[in-house]
T-cell receptor, first 111, second 114 residues
Framework: LAKTTQPISMDSYEGQEVNITCSHNNIATNDYITWYQQFPSQGPRFIIQGYKTKVTNEVASLFIPADRKSSTLSLPRVSLSDTAVYYCLVGRSGSARQLTFGSGTQLTVLP | ETGVTQSPTHLIKTRGQQVTLRCSSQSGHNTVSWYQQALGQGPQFIFQYYREEENGRGNFPPRFSGLQFPNYSSELNVNALELDDSALYLC?????????????FGEGSWLTVV
């Protein structure tokens, strides 16, 4: 199973763009990269998923370089409500047994 | 809303007792997985069910068992509860073999063992 490495914590200010980078050196050919957001006492919430290059949705962008050994979650203009733990996971899409959660990145947005 | 519902939301059990947690998967999803999340840690994979059979298991003892029903809902059973079983138990559903097979989580069941 591919292992991921993320910063333990990050601080930002309201209105700024936040980029969280995840390393996954052993990613397999069939693996997708998925990011989840989790608030205290709630289940993880799907943010975005990608395989290569760039993916964008209404809440975030995901940048994946050609070698796929890392990925960067970009959150535009964060607000206080974006304070949460962000998890980067790699594995075959739809197969929970292939997903391993790390410790995640605690993002704190300051006023 | 993910469409994944879990019950109960909170419960307290005594060491040695047994507990059953329930999960209804998102409509159209045929795969259910369970996770245990201790305070301050990331979720840990317990097992996954597909077509009513377990098809993947994490590093959890046999006293953690489960079921999946024909309507794809699922139960997690834990026997002989220990204090360390106190955690948030998360259910997730997905569609194996289908397009856009993202995994969606429920809000979890908080179990406290005293």
């Amino acid at each position: 199973l591919a292992k991921t490495t993320q910063p333990i914590s990050m601080d930002s200010y309201e209105g700024q763009e936040v980029n969280i980078t995840c390393s996954h050196n052993n990613i397999a050919t069939n693996d997708y990269i998925t990011w989840y957001q989790q608030f205290p006492s709630q289940g993880p919430r799907f943010i975005i998923q990608g395989y290569k290059t760039k993916v964008t949705n209404e809440v975030a962008s995901l940048f994946i370089p050609a070698d796929r050994k890392s990925s960067t979650l970009s959150l535009p203009r964060v607000s206080l409500s974006d304070t949460a733990v962000y998890y980067c996971l790699v594995g075959r899409s739809g197969s929970a047994r292939q997903l391993t959660f790390g410790s995640g990145t605690q993002l704190t947005v300051l006023p | 809303e993910t469409g994944v519902t879990q019950s109960p939301t909170h419960l307290i059990k005594t060491r040695g007792q047994q507990v059953t947690l329930r999960c209804s998967s998102q409509s159209g999803h045929n795969t259910v997985s369970w996770y245990q999340q201790a305070l301050g840690q990331g979720p840990q994979f317990i097992f996954q069910y597909y077509r009513e059979e377990e098809n993947g298991r994490g590093n959890f003892p046999p006293r953690f068992s489960g079921l999946q029903f024909p309507n794809y809902s699922s139960e997690l059973n834990v026997n002989a509860l220990e204090l360390d079983d106190s955690a948030l138990y998360l259910c997730a559903s997905s569609l194996t073999g289908g397009p856009g097979n993202t995994i969606y989580f429920g809000e979890g069941s908080w179990l406290t063992v005293v």
